[in-house]
């Protein structure tokens, strides 16, 4: 498909939409999980999200994209240090993908034909600045995650095999997407997301008629129904520039701090990047919404999402942790 | 008043659109075991491209043609399957991996025209990946159709051409969209691909049949050909109180409403869900309910891997698809042939040909945990549990072959303590369970409770949990210690469920002097083989255990 679906198009399903607006201002807040129910629009809001999001400056030809010349590793071997301007990547790691393709491998058809050594780059390297995407994340094999999480952690690939020895920066945002009745999440994986949001179905008449409206309009009048959207989603493209330029200058009072531990130590999150992500994730909020100062009023609103996956699991808690949360909200940030 | 397809009348219909608008309605599922009847069906498909559940990634996405490559010495590469604008038919689609299932939705997603997907299924767990059947917008079950019953599938070509010629002008009557959205809504379908591709299904359907406003028979087909097989299981009794409110006598003198020129969402909804056997909807449920239950029973998932694991001796073959070539295996397998294969005396490039190529393959076992989960309570006799030891002992000893552990919960009093959390050592057990205590209430509830921790916590470390519960039933105590013995049902009930659908394994042994009902009923929605064991020694015990595990 040549364009994919408007961002802003998305009806409702806002936590979702915000949660991929807060790692686009600030990346360092360390991804995404869209855990829900199947045809709820998860796939559709990441590739909407690549399609929303600003260009970067790579140099020209670089598999693992530098953003500056002395990045681009040896093995490259890119001659040009010319800089072009590039999509920010968004890589699909599908499920059933091999450890090489993963990681990279041997280039087999180079060692075969021409007996050269020479590495052949995996998807790691090309999510490097961008994002890495997987569908169905918890269904994902286990060396698979080893590999991710050791990875995601370091920002750095190493390849030690078939008398490869290379090395190449991957830094990316893991955006991941599944659905909770078919697996669950280890909980390594699911404490590497910073954000997490649960999705479901509309239940209401109107928004479901409105969100197969729009599709309709997506599907048989393609080019009158992208055009009345484009607007919207360049201005939220401009909003983004904006909040990531703010960050920096953005000033955190002590109290907000205060409120982040307390909140944490209220909901009994297992270590401190809880209160890190909620942090990071409220002044991403506050720059978007184009506050100076991070109120308690933006932790409220993404303290769901940067905690919600963080509790100790209680199997006789039907009303999930979401309501925890909530709850718990109400109580410590009155 | 609009009639309802017959079912032979609903293939033609599905196999129509399918040529009509492949695109649009993404495609086919096609539940029918291999028989004349599908062979009919199947010959009336378009031309596609047939696939098979266990094709490699080379094959989909293209890649280096390695036999070709090595025979040319420069580099050829293959089109992947994918790659193609045709349709595809996937075969035994029943048994479709869900790496595969994702593979297929993305290309179904982004490019692809359409899906058949040939479901062979014979039990009611063998069900295409639910990835796939969301994303399919038709479905038929040829399972109800005999030999007899069918007629000529003929599609003419020139039928079809002015159908398409036809598609785009077709317009839906106004509320259309309304009302496939609320009969999905009110069948509990949850994602909204279905009303979708309910749309473009009647707008196919209309095209078909020469409408340029799809009439209410076609909308009433459509959603009958893409809604009814994705419901939940009817209720019939629910919309009790949605029924209309007697109209207000001041009401009566106004105009009738706008939604009067088109068909009523209720009988729209009435005749979905009677365009299905009832009991079909049943099976499947129970399949998918049994896709989430599937644990890996047996030994511990012994799996063939490509990547780690005890090596096994290299085999022959391509590498692709996780497949990893075996360099050393390869250049052994090329050495001898060195000589005759050079053309120049003092060439110095090996020459290797894919025969030679080796792949290397390993073998892994995840370990297997046994939990036994050991009721202690004043109503289990006392011997029993000397038998439950007994048995704890015999399994260990044998365990060091197949990589058991085996941990140990015994619940009595008020609440259930890990005696034995998984180990593999036949000391330890036998020290831990010289002191096993018994007497007090039953708190089966709390037993079965530690033993989904536990579970949960094995499988979180790799390791394959199965729940061996032995009990004579009879709990009594509350999660909460109250002494409540139908509180303490439900709570047990409850817990079970929730094993059940963390897909662990179990087997419930009763161990009363005759079966109890309410074990079975526990059984039942553990998803669990229930064993009833009256005057079981330690032998018989480790015995049921084995044989009941696939050991």
């Known amino acids: ?334 | 008043m609009t009639k309802p397809l017959s079912p032979w009348g609903r293939v033609e219909a599905a196999l129509a659109m399918l040529a009509v608008d492949p695109a649009g309605v993404k495609g086919l599922w096609l539940r029918a075991r291999s028989g004349p009847v599908r062979d009919v069906v199947t010959q009336a498909l378009p031309v596609a491209r047939r696939i098979h559940p266990v094709i490699d990634d080379v094959a989909l996405f293209g890649g280096v043609d390695l036999a070709a490559t090595l025979a040319a010495g420069q580099l050829r590469r293959s089109m992947g399957i994918l790659s193609g604008a045709e349709p595809l038919v996937l075969t035994m689609a029943e048994r479709c991996p869900p790496a595969l299932a994702a593979r297929l939705s993305r290309w179904l997603d982004e490019s692809g025209p359409c899906l058949v997907a040939l479901d062979e299924g014979a039990e009611a767990e063998e069900v295409l990946a639910p990835a796939l059947a969301d994303r399919l917008g038709l479905f038929l079950d040829l399972g109800e159709l005999a030999y007899s019953d069918i007629g000529a599938l003929v599609l003419p070509a020139e039928q079809i051409a002015a159908a398409r010629r036809r598609l785009a002008g077709v317009v839906l009557p106004a509320g259309a969209l309304e009302s496939l959205t609320t009969v999905a809504l009110a069948m509990g379908i949850a994602s909204l691909r279905a009303p979708l591709l309910a749309l473009a299904v009647a707008r196919a359907l209309a095209a078909w049949r020469g409408e340029a406003v799809a009439s209410d028979d076609t909308l009433r087909h459509s959603a009958e050909l893409t809604l009814a097989h994705r419901g939940d299981l009817p209720e019939v009794a629910e919309d009790q109180d949605s029924a209309p409110p007697p109209p207000e006598p001041g009401e009566a003198e106004e105009p009738q409403t706008p939604q009067s020129d088109r068909i009523p969402d209720e009988i729209l909804l009435e005749a979905v869900r009677a365009a299905l056997p009832a009991d079909l909807l049943a099976r499947l449920a129970a399949g998918k309910a049994a896709r989430a239950a599937k644990g890996s029973g047996g030994t511990g998932a012994a799996r063939k891997g490509n990547h780690r694991g005890r090596p096994l001796p290299p085999r022959p073959g391509v590498p692709g698809s996780g497949k990893r070539i075996d360099l050393v295996a390869t250049l052994r397998a090329a050495a001898p042939w060195q000589p005759l294969r050079r053309h120049a005396p003092d060439a110095v490039r090996l020459e290797i040909r894919a025969s030679d190529l080796r792949l290397k393959r390993y073998q892994e076992t995840s370990d297997r945990v046994l939990i036994f989960a050991v009721d202690a309570s004043g109503s289990s006799a006392l011997s029993r549990l000397a038998e439950a030891k007994g048995a704890i002992e015999l399994l260990l000893a044998q365990a060091y072959a197949r990589r058991d552990h085996v941990a140990l919960i015994a619940f009595r009093g008020l609440a259930a303590e890990l005696l034995l959390p998984p180990t593999r050592s036949l000391v330890q057990t036998k020290r831990r369970l010289s002191g096993l205590p018994g007497g007090g209430g039953t708190p089966l509830a709390a037993g079965l409770r530690m033993a989904f921790d536990l579970g949960l916590q094995t499988r979180a470390r790799g390791m394959t949990p199965t729940i061996a519960l032995l009990t004579d039933g009879r709990g009594n105590i509350a999660l909460d210690g109250s002494a409540n013995r139908v509180e303490a049902e439900a709570d047990a009930l409850r817990l079970s469920r929730l094993i059940c659908a963390a897909a662990i394994p179990a087997l419930v042994l009763d161990i009363a002097s005759r079966p109890q009902a309410a074990l079975q009923r526990l059984a039942a929605s553990l998803g669990a083989a229930y064993v009833p064991l009256p005057r079981a020694d330690a032998h018989r015990l480790s015995g049921v255990l084995q044989s009941a595990l696939g050991a």
Request: charge should be neutral.
């Open chain 1, 1 to 334: 498909m040549s364009q994919p679906f408007p961002f802003s198009a998305i009806v409702g399903q806002a936590a979702m939409k915000q949660a991929m607006v807060l790692t686009a201002i600030d990346p360092g807040i360390g991804g995404v999980l869209v855990f829900g129910d199947r045809g709820t629009g998860k796939s559709t809001a990441v590739r909407a999200l690549a399609a929303l999001l600003p260009e970067i400056l790579a140099v020209e030809g670089c598999p693992v994209n530098s953003a500056r010349v002395q990045d681009v590793p040896e093995w490259a071997g890119v001659k040009s240090g010319k800089m072009i301007k590039r999509p920010t990547p968004v890589i699909d790691l599908p499920l059933g993908a091999t450890e090489d393709r993963v990681v990279g491998a041997l280039d087999i058809e180079r060692a075969l034909t021409r007996g050269e050594k020479a590495f052949e780059p995996g998807l790691l390297a090309r999510a490097n600045r961008g994002y890495l995407y997987i569908d169905e994340v918890n269904l994902l094999e286990d060396h698979i995650v080893d590999l991710l999480l050791d990875v995601a952690q370091s920002g750095e690939n190493v390849v030690e095999r078939e008398g490869l020895s290379i090395r190449h920066a991957a830094r990316f945002v893991l955006v991941g997407s599944g659905n909770p009745e078919e697996g669950e999440l280890r909980p390594q994986l699911l404490d590497r997301f910073g954000l997490s949001v649960e999705v479901a179905s509309p239940r209401d008449i109107e928004t479901r008629v409105e969100v197969m409206r729009r599709r309709d309009a997506y599907e048989n009048d393609n080019a009158a129904f992208m055009k009345k959207w484009r607007a919207k989603d360049s201005a939220l493209r401009k909003a983004i520039l904006v909040a990531r330029a703010a960050l920096p200058g953005l000033k955190t009072p002590g109290v907000v701090l205060h409120d982040c531990a307390a909140l944490c130590i209220a909901l009994g999150s297992d270590g401190l990047r809880g209160e890190l992500t909620l942090l990071r994730a409220g002044r991403a909020q506050a720059a978007f919404e184009g506050a100076g100062v991070v109120t308690r009023g933006h932790l409220r609103s993404v303290a769901a999402s940067a905690l919600g996956h963080r509790l100790r699991r209680d199997p006789l808690d039907e009303a999930g942790s979401g309501a925890r949360v909530a709850r718990t909200i109400a109580e410590v940030l009155p």
